[in-house]
């Protein structure tokens, strides 16, 4: 059964810690996402990546960076949390460049920053 | 600006009846079209996809149409179950960049018994 599994379910976090998400996907997938979720606004994408070592800016990359070191492990990196920041992160992986492949998501993580 | 619309942040349908979507796009560079279901407390799950080579496509009791020239798109649900009360995503994508998929807003569907 394919698998993302994030680290976290629930995360609260102080304004200014510089915060980890840690997602792991077992399908061997090429691409992985960050997207964020809040009420009226969808899913809008925060970074992803291609390849190892590879990353793109997605619509809402300020304030983030992310880190892939292994092609399987993708690390979203709030460098100094902020009240704004609060929201479910989710992320997805899929297959590279691939019209008819559907991305697979975890389960999110639901940050809070107090 | 949002270049996938879904207009209706939610929908209450019988139990039995039939359930209809709808998604509006912006940008007619988009060719790839897909539909995601979110249960609470869980990660969206792919439900439908439709290529715009075709204005139809169906996968039991879910069909997808897609009209290019109106930029519109719909999920009907024939007939709709209690099970299927979620948040349904429309997504979207385009041949210069299928990688990066551009999601609406969503619409929060109650089916009721």
């Known amino acids: 059964d394919v698998k993302v599994t994030q680290s976290s379910r629930y995360l609260v976090k102080r304004t200014g810690e510089k915060v980890f998400l840690e997602c792991v996907q077992d399908m061997d997938h090429e691409n992985m996402f960050w997207y964020r979720q809040d009420p009226g606004l969808g899913l809008r994408l925060i970074y992803f990546s291609y390849d190892v070592k590879m990353k793109e800016k997605g619509d809402i990359p300020e304030g983030y960076s992310v880190s892939r070191e292994k092609k399987e492990r993708f690390s979203l990196i709030l460098e100094s949390a902020s009240t704004n920041q609060t929201s479910m992160y989710l992320c997805?992986?899929?297959?590279?460049?691939?019209?008819?492949?559907?991305?697979?998501f975890g389960q999110g993580t639901r940050l809070t920053v107090v | 600006d949002q270049q996938v619309k879904q207009n209706s942040p939610s929908l209450s349908v019988q139990e039995g009846r039939i359930s209809i979507l709808n998604c509006d796009y912006t940008n007619s560079m988009f060719d790839y079209f897909l539909w995601y279901k979110k249960y609470p407390a869980e990660g969206p799950t792919f439900l439908i996809s439709?290529?715009?080579?075709?204005d139809k496509n169906e996968d039991g009791r879910f069909t997808v149409f897609l009209n290019k020239s109106a930029k519109h798109l719909s999920l009907h649900i024939v007939p709709s179950q209690p099970g299927d009360s979620a948040v349904y995503f429309c997504a979207a994508s385009m041949k210069t960049s299928y990688d990066k998929v551009i999601f609406g807003p969503g619409t929060s569907l109650s089916v009721i018994p």
């Open positions: 439709i290529s715009s080579i075709k």
């Open positions: 997805a992986s899929s297959l590279l460049r691939a019209q008819n492949t559907e991305a697979f």
